[in-house]
């Protein structure tokens, strides 16, 4: 395990949400959502911003 629990929540009128101990999934995976589910691009910065603990 790299560090503790993770999560990002989407819109809650989404529903998406994904928690990990590993950054790069959680980045990877948001970032495919957010393509396309919502057509927008996100860095990987924005992501890391939208992280909290688990």
Partial sequence: MEENLKKVECDP??????????????????RQHAKRYHKKAVSEKEVKEMMKAA
């Avoid at 009128?13 to 948001?30: L, N, P, Q, Y």
């Fill in 13 to 30: 009128a989404c529903g998406f949400m994904i928690k990990s101990h590993d950054e790069k999934e959680i980045i990877e995976t948001v």
